[in-house]
């Protein structure tokens, strides 16, 4: 028994195509994601099944369909230009690129949005690993985590599967959006760092309210001072006058 999907690589073009894409009166060359081999498109009026593509007689495929569902939401990505990654954020984007790199990595597909880069990762069945969030966080590169593991979408419709890739931003993680301090100087370093600025930071008008203050903590010393010298003398002065 070999496995159906809904999904295929267009031999000629390179393209993976949902089973919606084909086109029954003009049929191109198919194959499979998972195994590389001939796979048919099964449509038309005449079946009572859903249309699917399916292998030949005697091919034993154990692909389940992830690495095509990824596949397919990369050419999404690649075909349209808007992405909605949160509630109201929704990036009209240019120039997709696949597998582009950073660092030590590569993001499935970046895109340009205002003039910055942002790399998108869709995940089916392997998510973004530690070290790859880290890289993205430690340094402000922007990515969009897609979340597809929802395992009805290995045989969701085209439209279901299009509107999970742009349109919904409940299955959207940004990463690396909030800006990170790159902690460079060791925390003596800054605390030394921290003081010369301060220094360097008196203002004419800082030195004014000091020497005011000063004034007045002086003033307030004379008062008490002479306060306290009538209060002694108060205290020990003649009970009697001499006769
Ligand atoms: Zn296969």
Excluded at 42 to 59: C, L, N, S, T, Y
Excluded at 109 to 115: D, F, H, K, L, S
Excluded at 219 to 233: M, Q, T
């Amino acid at each position: 028994m070999s496995a159906t999907t809904i999904f295929a690589l267009e031999t000629t073009s390179g393209n993976t195509l949902h089973i919606e894409d084909v086109n029954t009166k003009q049929r191109g060359k198919y194959s499979c994601i998972d195994c590389g081999k001939e796979l048919y498109a099964v449509i038309g009026e005449a079946r009572k099944k859903e249309p699917h593509f399916r292998h030949g007689d005697g091919v034993n495929c154990s692909g389940i369909g992830d690495r095509a569902l990824h596949n397919f939401a990369v050419q999404i990505l690649m075909d349209y230009s808007s992405l909605t990654v949160s509630k109201d954020l929704i990036l009209n984007y240019t120039q997709p690129r696949k597998e582009v790199g950073f660092l030590d990595f590569r993001s499935d597909v970046a895109i340009n949005y205002t003039g910055e880069i942002i790399h998108t990762e869709v995940f089916v069945t392997h998510d973004l690993t530690l070290e790859k969030i880290s890289a993205y966080e430690n340094n402000n590169i922007k990515c969009v985590r897609i979340d597809l593991s929802n395992p009805e979408l290995l045989n969701a419709k085209k439209e279901k599967i299009i509107d999970e890739v742009l349109n919904r931003w409940e299955n959207k993680t940004l990463i690396g959006w909030q800006t990170k301090m790159v902690p460079a100087l060791t925390t003596m370093e800054a605390d030394k760092n921290i003081k010369v600025i301060e220094h360097a930071q008196w203002t004419f008008e800082e030195v004014i309210i000091g020497f005011v203050k000063a004034i007045v903590v002086f003033a307030i010393a004379v008062v008490s001072f002479y306060l306290l010298e009538r209060f002694l003398s108060f205290l020990f002065r003649p009970r009697y006058k001499k006769a």
